[in-house]
């Protein structure tokens, strides 16, 4: 599928003078799935870019993921690749930010340019460039998942280096429920200990709830 998206806002950041922030969205992906058997398997590609102006200076930024599942009966494993770009960011505000759960709260501005990674704080990493990888492990008759990742920026053309991750989640798809009149919801938790400086041998908890359309 495809799709197109807009957004506007103006902001104030501390002790700076009310921004402006606009930009034009494009996105495309394609999936498919098969299976033979007991084996199964699914991926995905993704391809995002955009237009933007933030302060009156123009900005362009990309994106692109992949995804590959295979599975054996209930035995089944997840990897996922994703990089994104900014060219000429105008405010620290235009970075790639890695850290942080989804929410379906924060609005487009909000959400732009940003990593989600539920094992590490808002914000950890901050740069033009990223790369990350990611695998999770299901296992029959256990509902945590076992997952290690890596995250990487680039700033000012210097590569930082990998921060690694791994820990346990879980994930759950709630159903919507009409007579409460609440939507379909996703709730993530997990602990993850990271594995690299300059925060190795920190560990993080999560506990999340994000509404789905």
């Not at 970075?95 to 709260?105: H, N, W």
């Not at 340019?113 to 094992?119: I, L, N």
């Not at 990493?125 to 509902?143: C, D």
């Not at 997990?190 to 560990?203: C, M, Q, S, V």
């Amino acid at each position: 599928g495809a799709g197109a998206a807009a957004w506007w806002e103006r902001t104030e950041p501390a002790r700076q003078e009310r921004l402006t922030r606009r930009a034009v969205a494009l996105s495309a992906m394609v999936a498919a799935d098969g299976g033979r058997g007991r084996w199964s398997w699914a991926g995905s590609l993704a391809a995002e870019g955009a237009r933007g102006e933030t302060g009156g200076g123009g900005w362009g930024s990309w994106g692109g993921s992949a995804g590959l599942r295979l599975g054996r009966g209930d035995l089944d494993l997840e990897m996922a690749w994703a990089a994104q770009g900014v060219d000429d960011p105008r405010h620290p505000l235009d970075l790639v930010r890695v850290g942080g759960l989804p929410s379906s709260l924060l609005p487009g501005p909000v959400t732009a340019h940003r990593v989600f990674e539920p094992a590490l704080p808002a914000g950890t990493l901050l740069g033009e460039r990223y790369q990350g990888q990611r695998a999770s492990l299901g296992l029959p008759g256990v509902p945590l998942r076992p997952f290690w990742g890596r995250h990487r920026v680039e700033s000012q053309g210097l590569a930082g280096e990998w921060l690694q991750l791994a820990g346990l989640e879980l994930r759950l798809d709630l159903p919507p429920l009409p007579l409460l009149r609440l939507p379909a919801a996703t709730l993530q938790l997990g602990a993850a200990e990271i594995l690299d400086p300059p925060f190795e041998g920190d560990t993080h908890w999560w506990l999340g709830l994000a509404w789905r359309p």
